[in-house]
């Protein structure tokens, strides 16, 4: 039986969303600022988003993408440049009409997203087919003026990478798209071990100003699903609208094809409630800021401490993130803590284990303890962390599997969504927006995307009784 | 004799303004964006930030320090808390007023430096002896209002690092402060290639807050100085404006010790005017985005190409930043290009190169051409590298020397500061403020720091007669 522990965490199913707000807080993600969603992204908060990064980073430079850095202000006039993008975030625009202080003539919009700044740039520095492919990406903040806020999930301010690439050909920029989006989904399963599913987006979800919008989603725990991160084919649209023109092989001048992706910090949402439990935080052990903890027992006995340091320096040495908690608080009191922040492995080490010159590993996601030989630790953790990631990325599968359902019947569906914890529904759909917008009115669930994978499971649209001719992902979201 | 090849470079010695727009501009670094003194950081440029991040951060975590990122925005109401930190900036600062169309009610300040942010956030999470010291530092950009602005020396916005501390004692806090000035020095000699001088800055250029500023000055090539990074010792005196308190190890409460420290990509700027020349950029081989370019000379004949790409593996496999440049364009051309972008050394290997197994490999910093075996270039490289890097920092260390004068007169003085090359002048000063204010309205020079190494080089004090208490290095600066 698993004890629960940190009483001063809410349980899950009693109320999921104050258990997150604990877990966020207790477990030292964040602070909250004086400002209404924006927040303090502490070290433990910090170090998951910089294991993500470097992940991605790597894996973006090894395919030929390089970094760049673009302000942070953009002038309202370029803002307004390509007409459906303005649309689309013109009402979530923070605006600096000061500066210096003088009022601005030109007022600047702190970028919600760089489309605006990189086809400037782009027109000026793309002249020939020998220029492309541009694969550019920025690491950076932006800010929305949203009105509901949640830690990592909806921020007035978040942290994200945003790629922008442009390309000779559509077929190239389609695949460079389709591409990033496996490569996240590949960074679902590697590191955070949750599952994504992806497809694309419907005409009413998709990005302001894209062709085509592609999306990763993930399930919570409480059912509802998380967007963690989408890719886009821009068509030629903002190249028209920002005259980004290039002389092709044949002397032609031509508008390249473009694209554009990102994750956030969002993904520490997910991360913390795919795998989260009533005790806090279950970080997976890949992209965990700290992946082992040791707890000495018995501190003041002979030997403990040292023999504590000497496991700590071999970890250490072996480049497992590891911490020894040698301070004066009781060995229950540091089991409580780091449970609460999900710390993947626990090692305990008292007297009696030192006679034995064996210890204790106890796993977070399980509660498993088993008995290791000293001189056998540092070669079994590469083991532990694999079993570890594989068990939580199977649960998060299994458990995504329990809460996905077929129907064909939209009195059928609306019974589901009106359930506590309503998952993904996979329904056919005719493909027009007034039965998405009836679905989100009946029920709030959304599409959440066209699997690329498309099955037959009805005729007609259960909405509204048309010829189906698509499969869509329904959930409510987050 | 370097011939010089690149006209489109205005020569340094006749406009070094202009050679530096020129150098930022051609060698890629930058472009400008559509807000006057914001700018692009192109891959090129950016590259240069991320490997001067990638040392920094490495050395900071190593020595206890913790990442974490705070709001972009900082409500006016928490800015004006400590009354010389708001009256340094407030005039600099861009003010957000709308957000997701609305007014707002408490105008929020685009952060130009963070103190206020971190000391809101102390002051909730540090509750006693036991949470200190707090070791934090953040990556983040800066917004400055400033009016002349000229890229990577001044701008509106830039990228830099802000460490924010908090200790028990004024002494811990006092060697924090000169530590990270000591490790700002060691990066510039040992990643830069750039010597700075060290020393305190004086009341009149200390930062708006602190107790004490310490600072590391580069000389550029045009004898002006350049301040490339400061340190501050707070005192107690933000701790008590935001109500830090910690119980103390007697059960008394305390307000903490404070420093804050911080390197922005200025540094960048510094690379470029200590060594650059006429032909454009000149890279010290550890700071380089690309080490090595490898050009095939007499691409068409059989061979070449594949050996080039033989050397690009093999360079690779050792973890030098090395490239390939097959493209069509001439060797003249690459050659150009090459050197105007300051790669360290070239590798040209044609036809007659493969019959003798041997490539020639070529300096950017002394033009000097060797030949070298090509099963002994990877293991040579290393070497090469070590050489290039300390003549490139002797070189600079001398011509710091050779723009260093000892002055015990003021006429002296202004006669020196009159001269096109004016550099550093280590002169005594009395310790008062009117004294710096009439040397800058005679001669535009300022106080650069004041060298921990004291020596005395007069009595009296060489503008107002009065005693001397310090010995001073001034100069036209940046």
Not at 17 to 26: E, F, L, M, N
Not at 41 to 63: C, H, M, T, V
Not at 213 to 233: C, N, R
Request: charged letters at 30%; a negative charge; aromatic letters at 10%.
């Amino acid at each position: 039986m698993i004890e629960k522990k940190n009483d001063a965490i809410t349980s899950r199913d009693n109320d999921f969303a104050q258990w997150y707000t604990d877990v966020v807080k207790k477990a030292e993600l964040i602070d909250y600022s004086d400002v209404k969603g924006f927040m303090v992204y502490r070290p433990y908060g910090y170090a998951i988003w910089e294991n993500i990064q470097s992940w991605l980073d790597k894996r973006f430079k090894e395919e030929g993408h390089e970094n760049v850095y673009m302000p942070m202000l953009i002038p309202s006039s370029l803002f307004q440049k390509e007409k459906d993008h303005v649309e689309g975030f013109a009402p979530e625009c923070a605006i600096v009409t000061m500066g210096g202080s003088e009022k601005l003539e030109d007022p600047l919009i702190i970028r919600p997203t760089s489309e605006t700044l990189f086809c400037q740039h782009f027109s000026k520095i793309v002249k020939s087919y020998r220029d492309l492919p541009k694969l550019y990406n920025q690491w950076c903040s932006v800010v929305r003026w949203e009105k509901t806020t949640r830690p990592f999930l909806r921020g007035k301010e978040f942290l994200w990478q945003e790629g922008h690439t442009l390309h000779e050909t559509e077929q190239e920029a389609r695949q460079e798209a389709l591409h990033m989006l496996d490569l996240y989904v590949k960074l679902g399963k590697e590191l955070l071990a949750v599952p994504f599913i992806c497809g694309q987006k419907t005409e009413k979800e998709k990005f302001a100003g894209a062709v085509n919008t592609y999306s990763i989603e993930a399930l919570m725990h409480d059912g509802k699903a998380l967007q963690a991160g989408t890719t886009h084919y821009f068509g030629q649209g903002f190249a028209e609208a920002f005259d980004i023109k290039y002389q092709d092989r044949e002397g032609n001048l031509q508008f390249p094809h473009q694209t554009s992706w990102g994750v956030s910090t969002r993904l520490i949402g997910s991360i913390i409630m795919v795998h989260g439990d009533d005790d806090g935080l279950v970080m997976p052990p890949y992209v965990a800021p700290t992946q082992v903890v040791i707890i000495p027992i018995q501190m003041n006995k002979e030997g403990v401490t040292k023999a504590c340091k000497d496991v700590y320096s071999k970890l250490k040495e072996a480049n497992i993130r590891v911490k020894l908690d040698d301070s004066d608080k009781t060995p229950g009191w540091k089991f409580s803590e780091y449970e609460m922040k999900g710390i993947p492995i626990r090692i305990e080490l008292g007297p009696r284990d030192l006679e034995q010159n064996q210890c204790v590993v106890c796993f977070r996601h399980t509660r498993e303890k088993i008995v290791v030989k000293l001189d056998e630790l540092v070669n079994k953790m590469p083991e532990f962390f694999e079993k570890m990631h594989n068990e939580m990325y199977e649960n998060a599968v299994k458990s995504q599997k329990a809460m996905t359902v077929d129907c064909d019947n939209y009195e059928e569906f609306k019974a589901i969504m009106a359930k506590p914890v309503s998952g993904y529904v996979r329904m056919m759909w005719c493909g027009c927006k007034e039965c998405e917008e009836k679905i989100k009115a009946d029920t709030a669930a959304t599409s959440r995307n066209i699997p690329f994978h498309q099955e037959n499971l009805s005729e007609t649209c259960p909405v509204c009784g048309k010829k189906a001719t698509k499969l869509v992902v329904w959930a409510k979201a987050y």
